[in-house]
């Protein structure tokens, strides 16, 4: 079984971990400073998987459209 990984599932997968450690720690916590910031780290890593996920949805349109490339 052959299986490639490239940067962008990488990123995403990592982005994934980011923003599900950011959920816990915004429950776990009950400190002004770290819910603020964990707040702000989810929001910043929600948006990054967001581009991420479209650009990776915008690359397997492409690869479906063009596949001699």
Not at 20 to 37: E, V
Request: negative net charge; contains cysteine; glycine residues 2%.
């Amino acid at each position: 079984m052959n299986i490639t990984i490239n940067k962008n599932t990488i990123s995403f997968l990592g982005m994934s971990a980011l923003l599900i450690c950011s959920f816990i720690i915004t429950l776990s916590f009950d400190s002004n400073l770290s819910d603020g910031l964990s707040i702000t780290v989810s929001v910043l890593s929600a948006i990054s998987l967001f581009c991420i996920a479209a650009v990776m949805l915008f690359e397997a349109v492409l690869d479906i459209c063009n596949p001699s490339q």
